[in-house]
């Protein structure tokens, strides 16, 4: 779903999907916080971002490298550029991609 809305150019929706999706009880995967992050990204919402961090945190998808590299990418869309190198540098997955 959020994909979907992401890839009609309707950012907002994705990451109002994305909430609706957490209170409804659905299970995320590092697909989906990489959809809802570029959507963060696009809207240049960091703040948002940050909050998704946190529940990626709390649901301990932190060392996927997939989810490590849309972060980077969020932050760096939100032109955070530090934050996006401390993420970096936190990341105990890397990839070329990263």
Do not use: P
Request: charged share 20%; proline share 0%.
């Amino acid at each position: 779903m959020i994909s979907g809305l992401m890839q009609n150019g309707m950012e907002r929706q994705a990451v109002d999907m994305f909430r609706e999706m957490i209170l409804a009880g659905f299970t995320m995967d590092q697909f989906t916080f990489g959809s809802v992050w570029t959507a963060c990204g696009s809207l240049l919402a960091l703040g948002e971002g940050k909050q998704i961090h946190a529940y990626v945190i709390r649901t301990d998808h932190k060392d996927n490298v997939f989810v490590g590299s849309a972060l980077v990418d969020m932050h760096s869309k939100c032109k955070s550029i530090k934050s996006s190198e401390t993420v970096f540098e936190r990341m105990t997955q890397k990839n070329v991609v990263s």
